[in-house]
């Protein structure tokens, strides 16, 4: 069953992500000087493949740090085996493990595990969403002023279509709370359980949200891009909400 080798696979890669937290392990860079990986996030995703893998050896897999296992497979496997290395690099305990699954083009299944708060998050689709088996649903409110937000800024700055700090400015300047966690799968978590009443970003990649994604909407809340149009994993720009203000974020999102 999918579902039993999603929970596997977060289960293993949790223990991992919490034995080697105090360290030491070593952390390199890639793309920019800030954008790490360290050796557990490989480890991590080594033993999140090899789950996989036992059961369901001809699956797609797409994960951050190997990249694409191609196969003929309509199930495709979206992991980010960490999620928020800044913070683990830093020993900050905000981080977790993010698993989507998509079949036929449609996320159906994802979980978010952050082990050191010890919050599982897992939803499927029609099924609605859960922290640590309980259901969960998003906020009510409905006054885009009373909202807190939640966001996060690329490692780097190359090829961005509309400026992040704009967004940031226009919010900010309305007196709205918007925190930055370094982790875009925690941030859409934390809106799924009312946390937060909203986030937006307007890099990330498909393992950032892909779990993610499918937990805010069967928390009853929204996702697209800044634009409105229908949620993908593969576009950079994300924006999920409790559904209600969710044209208002939008809105200033976009500078208006
Ligand atoms: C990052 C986190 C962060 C977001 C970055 C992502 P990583 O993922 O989700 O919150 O702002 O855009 O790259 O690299 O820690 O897996
Ligand atoms: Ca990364
Ligand atoms: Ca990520
Ligand atoms: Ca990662």
Redesign the pocket.
């Known amino acids: 069953m999918l579902k039993a080798t999603l929970l596997k696979a977060t289960e293993a890669s949790g223990k991992i992500l919490q034995q080697y937290f105090d360290g030491p392990f070593e952390v390199t860079s890639k793309s920019s000087i800030n954008d790490l990986v360290t050796e557990v996030d490989k480890k991590s995703e080594e033993a999140i493949i090899a789950v996989i893998k036992e059961t369901y050896p001809d699956h797609f897999i797409l994960s ?1 740090e190997v990249g694409e296992l191609k196969s003929a497979s309509s199930v495709k496997w979206i992991i ?1 085996p960490i ?3 800044v913070n683990f690099a830093n020993g900050i305990p905000l981080c977790c493990i ?1 698993i989507g699954v998509e079949k036929d083009g449609e996320i159906i299944l994802g979980a978010v595990y952050n082990p050191f708060m010890n919050e599982l998050f897992v939803a499927e689709k029609g099924q609605g969403a859960t922290l640590n088996n309980r259901p969960i649903k998003v906020s009510s409110k409905t006054n885009i002023e009373q909202t807190c937000l939640v966001t996060g800024f690329p490692y780097q700055w190359q090829d961005m279509p509309n400026n992040p700090l704009q967004a940031f400015e226009t919010i900010v300047k309305k007196g709205i709370p918007v925190r930055r966690l370094g ?3 925690i941030d859409l978590c934390w809106v799924a359980c009312g946390r937060f009443d909203g986030f937006y970003e307007h890099h990330l ?1 498909p ?2 949200s892909a779990a993610g994604s499918l937990i805010v909407t069967e928390s009853g809340g929204r996702i697209t891009d800044f634009s409105g149009n229908p949620y993908s994993p593969y576009q950079k720009q994300v924006l999920a909400t409790n559904g209600h203000i969710h044209q208002a974020l939008q809105d200033l999102v976009n500078g208006k």
């Open positions: 951050e980010d999620d928020g290395t993010s982790s875009a799968a990649q393992w950032d």
